[in-house]
């Protein structure tokens, strides 16, 4: 029930192209839904993050659609730049003091010049 | 200025040995974890620390202590290391944790247990 399922593992995409990343959780007690960006050898970077009461937020070129009615999460990446080329992790909250937060697996993105 | 730093950035060790890894935090927050990425780069909260006080223990050996002298810090010692602790280890903190708010990561330190 607390497992955090991304999709797909691993993605490549032309420059200036969207890419894409799914995440569904099962615990609808998750209150904080943040993506992470790493790159190789450093820590993870937080990107975007929303709340479920928010449908969209948007930051940039970084959108993050949640559909709370089928605890799905998604994160669409325009204009897709080499630079973007990292590894990125949904995450879901627990709620209270804890700060617990539990990671999807990972999708490693490649955008292509 | 760096937010959380780590010490030591790699770590390589025989089995058995007892060895140390050291996180500072100067943005101020209260709360610092530590998680465990594993070689397929999967990410796993092991400890959280509010306030110097231990409120998470994820079902991790009692060969891993974690210790917090201080808001600011929160090392992990880890006893009788096996091959199965390598793995990179990141601490992070955070300012509430009740709302949610960013976890800052350090760069992590990569244990190679030979």
């Known amino acids: 029930q607390q497992q955090v399922k991304q999709s797909p593992q691993s993605l490549i995409v032309q420059k200036g192209g969207i890419s894409i990343i799914n995440c569904a959780y099962e615990?609808?007690?998750?209150?904080?839904f943040p993506w992470y960006q790493q790159f190789p050898g450093k820590g993870p970077a937080l990107l975007i993050a929303?709340?479920?009461?928010?449908s969209e937020k948007k930051e940039g070129r970084f959108t993050i659609s949640f559909n709370k009615s089928a605890k799905q999460f998604s994160l669409h990446i325009m204009d897709s730049q080499p630079g973007d080329s990292a590894t990125y992790f949904c995450?879901?909250?627990?709620?209270?003091?804890?700060?617990?937060?539990?990671f999807g697996q990972g999708t490693t993105l490649q955008v292509k010049p | 200025d760096t937010a959380v730093s780590q010490t030591p950035k790699y770590l390589v060790t025989q089995m058995g040995n007892d060895k140390s890894i050291k996180c500072e935090q100067n943005?101020?927050?209260?709360?610092m974890y530590w998680y465990k990425q594993d070689s397929k780069k999967f990410l796993k909260i092991m400890f959280s620390?509010?306030?110097?006080?231990?409120?998470i223990n994820e079902t991790v050996p009692n060969r891993f202590s974690p210790k917090s002298p201080d808001k600011a810090h929160l090392n992990l010692h880890i006893n009788s290391l096996e091959l199965g602790d390598s793995a990179v280890y990141f601490c992070?903190?955070?300012?509430?944790?009740?709302?949610?708010?960013?976890?800052?990561f350090g760069q992590g330190t990569r244990l190679t247990v030979v």
């Open positions: 995450a879901s909250k627990l709620p209270g003091n804890t700060g617990k937060l539990i």
């Open positions: 615990n609808t007690a998750f209150d904080y």
């Open positions: 929303i709340r479920p009461d928010v």
């Open positions: 943005l101020g927050h209260d709360t």
């Open positions: 620390y509010n306030n110097k006080e231990l409120i």
């Open positions: 992070a903190s955070s300012q509430n944790p009740w709302i949610g708010t960013e976890a800052f």
